[in-house]
């Protein structure tokens, strides 16, 4: 993994749950393979759980490079479940990003060539 080559500021924290050692690795290897995923250049990223009456919610905060911060939200009735519904809107907002950048460098890509073509480049 490229993310795995440099040290991360990922943060696993709580409001009164008891986390235990699982989960937070857990967040943080699936963090890192969502990064390494659509950008590779992770700045840092946190996790945050809390009770919301009989669920949990987590909120995942993720900051790549030069991007915005991408945050992702939800409320389950399990950790691990909350976690991972969280991960998985904030990766979703990091594919469209990466579809966004994707396509903007074909669109300049397409109007240089064009333009080169017509001899006005």
Partial sequence: MKT?????????????????EALPQRAREAILKVADK????????????????HSYRCT?????????????????????????HA??????????MKREVRDDKRHRGTEAQHWAAMGNF
């Fill in 4 to 20: 795995g080559e440099t040290n991360h500021n990922i943060t696993v924290q709580s409001s009164n749950v008891g986390l235990g």
């Fill in 38 to 53: 659509y950008f590779g250049h992770l700045s840092s990223a946190a996790v945050h759980f809390s009770r919301d009456g």
């Fill in 60 to 84: 995942v905060d993720i900051h790549m490079g030069a991007l915005k911060h991408v945050i992702g939200e939800a409320s389950e009735a399990d950790c691990h479940k909350a976690f991972d």
């Fill in 87 to 96: 991960l998985d809107r904030a990766a979703k907002q990091l594919r469209r």
